[in-house]
């Protein structure tokens, strides 16, 4: 009789790669294409690879549409001081007069646009025009955002800011006619080397203020940078580029402003980029991004160099998100410690922990020049408080490990349960116990492990948990091997249980969050009934440390659940 081929784990497993490899490939085919790429519609289309899609869809969109970036990150200066190594071959001399605008010289561009020095002729003043970059072949996306720039700049009056005289159309292509700055930018300042820290102050502080004027209008810049800072000949400095700007109301949810930005898609600079601009699973962005990216220029100011930067784009998001920046007296001893206090306080990865508005940066700022105290440098119980008890940039990894612990914890019910099975009925032999906490505990791991693993890429932070893992093991094993060189009844040193995995909570609270530690005092604090209560030592201990577990292991899942939910 004909029997049907049996479909192995393996084909399977390669059948869902080459499927998820086709939805993607369709996904860049479309955007490559200038059409619209839905990969939400593909998620629900495959709810089986929803999460690996979105996961996979954000890193291609990263990959496209950062990488080119990254090699000429910093716009030249929109000034005919910029020279030759901004400059770029002219164009024809039909599109040369946009709008009744002659175009002189171009000054410098960008990711999605050009920018020219300009002569309005009707009333024959020098200007600066922006067009899209892709001229007439831009999408109806980039036409659209770049109209979305010019509506957010015009809706702005400030003497730091570069102002927008008019938004107009020539031949189906849409322009911003612009404040001439003549000067450089913050980025061609740097190059030379890190400002002196009072000069720093002094260029920063009044952007600041333009900033926080800008976001009392709803105006969030999501995309400063050196190169968006104009220094004019007077030395004034001016903010320019809102091409990524994002409207927001005053309470600072959005409005809408992302409707232009694609599901996964990651805009901004990656070197000045803050964690909930980079990921989204990190929180909303509101006005604290736009203070992470000020204190990322002044950390730039006092160093030379951004606080992170790595040889691709996905690289530096990557440091972004699980690393803290070098303190800049390590980089150079002769920044100001003041300062330096000012610039991590901005960098924080919690947008809690930073400063609240752009003006409060500010005021810090003019408090250094003035020679008053920072608030920066505050150590009050709170701040304290906050800092070493709330969660670390490596928290956010438990969303992959929230339904694993949960599991966990059952399996920790179910060896526990056995081994009080086993005493209770008088088991004395001790190979037993070791088969369970070796072999059972073992192949556990390994399970665990196998099941973590197909979740993506395991991260050098899980690396060390699962290390943690393996030491309480080890701990566990050892007790046994004590008792019998000490020639003690079988699982006599059960509550020191509590002691070791107490003390693994501890190193957990250090790496991932502060809750841990409440976890870890209650199991060291286990150890006192157990000890009084040595024939229930085991299950006190079993279902103490299964319940911290499964606590934590909800409180992950349940936000991983949240971050997956498509925006409404």
């Not at 020049?369 to 920066?376: I, N, T």
């Not at 899942?557 to 498509?566: C, E, G, K």
Request: contains cysteine; hydrophobic residues 45%; neutral net charge.
């Amino acid at each position: 009789m004909h029997r049907p081929p049996t479909i192995r784990a393996d084909d399977a497993l390669e059948d869902r790669d080459a499927r998820l490899a086709v939805v993607l490939a369709a996904l860049l085919d479309a955007r490559n294409a200038g059409r619209l790429a839905d990969p939400e519609a593909a998620a629900a289309g495959h709810p089986d690879l929803a999460d690996e899609l979105r996961d996979l869809w954000a890193a291609a969109s990263l990959a496209g549409e950062l990488s080119p970036s990254l090699a000429g990150d910093e716009t030249a200066s929109w000034s005919p001081s910029a020279g030759p190594e901004g400059a770029i071959a002219p164009e024809e001399p039909s599109a040369r007069q946009p709008g009744g605008h002659e175009l002189l010289e171009e000054l410098g561009r960008g990711g999605m646009g050009v920018v020219h020095r300009a002569r309005q002729v009707p009333l024959n003043r020098i200007v600066a025009v922006k067009r899209l970059l892709k001229g007439a072949s831009a999408s109806p996306e980039d036409k659209a955002r770049f109209r979305a720039e010019g509506e957010a700049a015009a809706r702005l009056a400030h003497p730091h800011i570069v102002a927008v005289h008019d938004v107009g159309s020539s031949d189906g292509q849409p322009f911003l006619v612009m404040e001439y700055v003549e000067g450089t930018t913050l980025a061609r300042r740097l190059a030379a080397g890190p400002l002196p820290p009072a000069e720093a102050a002094e260029i920063l502080a009044p952007v600041c203020r333009a900033i926080q004027h800008a976001h009392d209008r709803g105006v969030l810049h999501r995309d400063l940078k050196p190169s968006n800072i104009l220094i004019g000949r007077d030395g004034r400095p001016m903010v320019g580029d809102f091409g990524l700007a994002k409207r927001i109301d005053l309470d600072g949810e959005g409005e809408g402003g992302d409707a232009l930005t694609a599901t996964g898609a990651i805009l901004g600079t990656p070197s000045y980029m803050a964690p909930e601009q980079a990921a989204s699973g990190r929180g909303g962005i509101g006005p604290p991004t736009d203070v992470y990216a000020l204190g990322a220029i002044l950390y730039q100011m006092l160093t030379g160099r951004p606080p992170f930067q790595a040889a691709s784009p996905l690289d530096t998001i990557l440091l972004v998100l699980e690393q803290d920046p070098v303190p800049p007296r390590l980089l150079n001893p002769k920044a100001d410690v003041d300062l330096e206090m000012v610039a991590l306080k901005c960098l924080q990865k919690h947008p809690e922990h930073r400063y609240p508005t752009a003006a409060a940066l500010a005021d810090d700022l003019d408090a250094y020049r003035s020679g008053q105290p920072v608030s920066a440098r505050s150590t009050s119980f709170r701040a304290l408080a906050s800092r070493y008890l709330g969660e670390t940039p490596h928290a956010v990894l438990l969303e992959n490990w929230g339904d694993l612990w949960m599991y966990h914890s059952l399996a920790l019910v179910a060896f526990y349960g056995l081994t009080w099975w086993l005493l209770a009925r008088g088991v004395a032999a001790r190979w037993p116990y070791f088969a369970i906490f070796t072999v059972g505990l073992g192949a556990w791991a390994a399970f665990f492990w196998k099941l973590r693993s197909r979740r993506g890429p395991v991260t050098f932070v899980e690396r060390q948990l699962a290390h943690i893992w393996g030491a309480g093991v080890v701990a566990l094993n050892l007790l046994l091997v004590a008792e019998a060189l000490m020639g003690l009844p079988v699982m006599a040193l059960a509550p020191l249980l509590a002691v070791t995995n107490g003390t693994l909570f501890l190193i957990k609270a250090g790496i991932l969050s502060g809750e841990f530690y409440v976890h870890a005092a209650i199991l060291l604090a286990m150890v006192v009934p157990a000890a009084l209560c040595p024939r229930f030592a085991i299950p006190i201990f079993a279902l103490t440390s299964a319940a911290s577990f499964f606590v934590t292991g909800l409180k992950y899942h349940r936000r991983h659940l949240r971050s997956r939910r498509p925006a409404r």
